[in-house]
């Protein structure tokens, strides 16, 4: 049997290490995944309450414009 055909991590120092490289590198994958979804969450939470607000303006102006209409027919 060839030297090549040896497992490397026996003989490479470098290579011992890619196991914790690749682990490391799956566990900021994992996290950069996570902050994702929670940043998307948030974003989806943030819209949502910006259209109940803008519901609730609209609402409001309507309220102003009828209260204003009532006002005026009041004055006549």
């Given amino acids: 049997m060839s030297d090549k055909n040896r497992n490397t991590t026996q003989t490479d120092p470098e ?3 890619l196991p914790a490289t690749f682990q490391g ?3 900021i994958i994992t996290q950069l995944s996570i ?19 803008q519901q609730r303006i ?15 027919g009041a004055k006549s």
């Fill in 15 to 17: 290579a011992a290490r």
């Fill in 25 to 27: 590198l799956t566990a």
């Fill in 35 to 53: 902050d994702v979804a929670n940043e998307r969450g948030a974003r989806a939470v943030a819209e949502s309450k910006n259209a109940v607000l």
């Fill in 58 to 72: 609209e609402e409001m102006e309507k309220e102003r414009e009828s209260s204003g209409r009532e006002k005026q």
